[in-house]
Structure formats: structure tokens, C-alpha cells
T-cell receptor
Framework: KNEVEQSPQNLTAQEGEFITINCSYS?????LHWLQQHPGGGIVSLFM???GKKKHGRLIATINIQEKHSSLHITASHPRDSAVYIC???????????FGQGTRLTINP | DTGVSQNPRHKITKRGQNVTFRCDPI?????LYWYRQTLGQGPEFLTY????????KSRLLSDRFSAERPKGSFSTLEIQRTEQGDSAMYLC????????????FGAGTRLSVL
């Protein structure tokens, strides 16, 4: 079993829909990261959080430390949000990131 | 722009050849990471430097792989005697130890071993 599991693996939605991507992890963490990867490889950090909730524009990330679960929400989705969204954790005492397998999101106009 | 730079962007090589990739991190970042990503998967950790010291290596990093960061600035990742299973995207990231420690990624080097 992977240390970081994401669901769903693929998600297709219509423009304007509310999107939720889930991430569960099995190790103790110092922080959880949500990243975005566009075709061609570039990875961009969206959020780093260790508790509670963060919001940036139409993106919201939440984490429940007790349940070892995080969600990434996108409100009013747009075709430009189409990308792979990756959850990653940094374990306690380590700097490396351990990644989930990613969620491929496609938003149709 | 002084983001993370990786060269080359693409490398095609024949099985058995040696290849070397370079990563130039953001200038004030003292932490540097190498990851490998195969198609449809999330990246996997390979190795990590703090300044010039290599502090952690994954068991994925076989003896054919070596990484250096000689002056605590740029880093190189060398793969000797390449195998078809080495075909992947090799990603470099850097972060600032005394900052938010968010990792900033380069665009990657895509390796194809024929």
C-alpha cells in the first residue's frame, strides 16, 4: 500500500462545476503539499499545510490530521484548471516529499 | 527569471551509454532534490542535498546512479550504463532551509533509453 493515496485517479467535469480531489496518507507528517503539473512536466506548488484550511483564489485545501486526510477543492472550475493534481507529504524528520500518483483533471467547456 | 533550470530538456541515448543531467537551483536555495517520474505516476524521491552534503539517498538510486553538488550550487545526476528501465522524467527541485521550505521544481529532463 502506498504511503499517499489519491482519489479519483481521473476526473472529468463540465466548466463551472465544484471539484474535489482527496488524499489519504498513512505516515506521520510535518506538512502536506498540493501541487499542479501541466503537460510537459512543470510542477507548481499550490499549497503547503499542516493544519486547518488554506484558500487561494478558487482553490481551497483542507487537512484533517486525526483522520490523515486532505482535500483540494476547486470552485467554479474552468478549462484552464485541467492538469494533474498531486498530493505529497513531508514526513516528520525528513525533507523529501512522498507523492501520491496524481489525479488527472479535465474540465470541458 | 531565476527559477530552477534543468539541462538538457530531452536526452535520447542508447542502452549502455552514460548520461549526465544538470540542475541549477534558485540561487539562494541551499536544499536541492532529485526525483524521478515515470508515465502516469507521481514523482519518486532519489536524493537530497543540503549545501554540498548529500544527506539522503533512496534505495532506488542504484550504484549506476551518482549525484553531486560540488560547491553547494548546481548539481549533476549521472547514470552509468543506462538501461531501458531508466527511461523517465528526472526532476530537480530546490528550497530554502530558512524560508518556507516549499520546493520549487524545474521543468525536468526527459530521458529515453533505446
Amino acid at each position: 500500500k502506498n504511503e499517499v493515496e489519491q482519489s479519483p485517479q481521473n476526473l472529468t467535469a463540465q466548466e463551472g462545476e465544484f471539484i474535489t480531489i482527496n488524499c489519504s496518507y498513512s505516515v506521520g507528517i510535518s506538512a502536506l503539499h498540493w501541487l499542479q503539473q501541466h503537460p510537459g512536466g512543470g510542477i507548481v506548488s499550490l499549497f503547503m499545510l499542516s493544519s486547518g484550511k488554506k484558500k487561494h483564489g478558487r482553490l481551497i485545501a483542507t487537512i484533517n490530521i486525526q483522520e490523515k486526510h486532505s482535500s483540494l477543492h476547486i470552485t467554479a472550475s474552468h478549462p484552464r484548471d485541467s492538469a494533474v493534481y498531486i498530493c505529497a507529504v513531508s514526513s516528520q524528520g525528513a525533507q523529501k516529499l512522498v507523492f501520491g500518483q496524481g489525479t488527472r483533471l479535465t474540465i470541458n467547456p | 527569471d531565476t527559477g530552477v533550470s534543468q539541462n538538457p530538456r530531452h536526452k535520447i541515448t542508447k542502452r549502455g551509454q552514460n548520461v549526465t543531467f544538470r540542475c541549477d537551483p534558485i540561487s539562494e536555495h541551499n536544499r536541492l532534490y532529485w526525483y524521478r517520474q515515470t508515465l502516469g505516476q507521481g514523482p519518486e524521491f532519489l536524493t537530497y542535498f543540503q549545501n554540498e552534503a548529500q544527506l539522503e539517498k533512496s534505495r532506488l538510486l542504484s550504484d549506476r546512479f551518482s549525484a553531486e553538488r560540488p560547491k553547494g550550487s548546481f548539481s549533476t545526476l549521472e547514470i552509468q550504463r543506462t538501461e531501458q528501465g531508466d527511461s523517465a522524467m528526472y526532476l530537480c527541485a530546490s528550497s530554502a532551509w530558512d524560508g518556507d521550505d516549499i520546493q520549487y521544481f524545474g521543468a525536468g529532463t526527459r530521458l529515453s533509453v533505446l
